[in-house]
């Protein structure tokens, strides 16, 4: 299960751990949390659940406004 | 004219203020980052130090079309190569990936199947696991549950899972074989589903 995220597995290989994964259902579970790790270390990698980006937006557009207002 | 000027310093120096919280807040990130390039955490919070003056000092440069976190990451890419280029000829390769490994309980993997090669534990469901990706806590805990593992293992698994290097590329960084390589992944997502299963979805946070 974990294997086959490294490295392509053969034919044979494939077949006995689709079939595996058909009556285990605890390697089945076990096998969907291994997707979702994958899933967060992606997300980790991206920032998701850090202060967004928005903030620098924000903070440049309300600069830009005010720096307007004090022109006028 | 004087108070224009005042008033706009103000704003500028709160900007810088708010600017720098946010950069600061990936420190962590980059440095798990530089570690599992550079393999020691003093030389790694040296490069995230310069990259995060770096993009203090630049930030008028990011547009915003990625996230700052992967703005910061490519700054931090190229420190790390300009660090490695300085010191490459000091450096020998010196450590061994599993020299660490499994070294607090060399069984502990074991011990998690019976006589019979099955899991021991049966694992229960994760109730909307997503909307855990949601909350900045559980990635926290993911960061908690990294920092558990063994240097090496610690070191391989970003590499793998965050950064999405291919194993081979891992292997040769590490000076390891393919088989070590996989033998590793495997242990480190083993321990890091158990740790956030126990700290998140059976723990307190979930």
């Given amino acids: 299960m974990s294997m086959r995220r490294d490295r392509e597995l053969s034919t044979d290989e494939n077949e006995s751990l689709k079939h595996h994964l058909y009556v285990c259902i605890n390697c089945k579970r076990f096998d969907t949390q291994l997707d979702f790790l994958s899933r967060l270390s992606k997300k980790y990698a991206q920032g998701v659940g850090m202060p967004s980006t928005a903030t620098i937006r924000n903070i440049d557009a309300d600069t830009d406004s005010d720096s307007d207002s004090d022109k006028a | ?206």
């Fill in chain 2, 1 to 206: 004219m004087t108070t224009l000027n005042n008033s706009e310093s103000s704003k500028n120096t709160a900007r810088r203020t708010q600017l720098f919280t946010e950069i600061e807040s990936h420190r962590g990130y980059l440095i798990r980052f530089a570690t599992a390039k550079l393999r020691d955490g003093a030389q790694a919070e040296e490069v995230v130090q310069e990259t995060l003056l770096a993009a203090l000092s630049g930030v008028d440069s990011f547009s915003g079309q990625s996230t700052l976190r992967t703005w910061l990451t490519g700054i931090l890419k190229f420190k790390v190569i300009d660090f490695q280029r300085a010191v490459i000829s000091e450096r020998a390769r010196t450590v061994s990936a599993t020299a660490d490994d499994d070294s607090a309980d060399p069984e502990w993997f074991d011990k998690l199947f019976d006589e019979t090669g099955h899991w021991k534990e049966q694992f229960s469901d994760w109730q909307t696991p997503d909307n855990a990706l949601e909350q900045k806590q559980f990635f926290e805990a993911f960061e908690h549950c990294m920092d558990k593992l063994p240097e090496s293992a610690r070191r391989v698994f970003f590499q793998r899972e965050v950064m999405g290097n291919e194993t081979e590329e891992i292997c040769k960084d590490e000076a390891i074989s393919s088989s070590n390589c996989w033998v590793i992944l495997h242990r480190a997502r083993v321990s890091l589903r158990d740790c956030i299963n126990r700290s998140w979805f059976q723990g307190n946070f979930g």
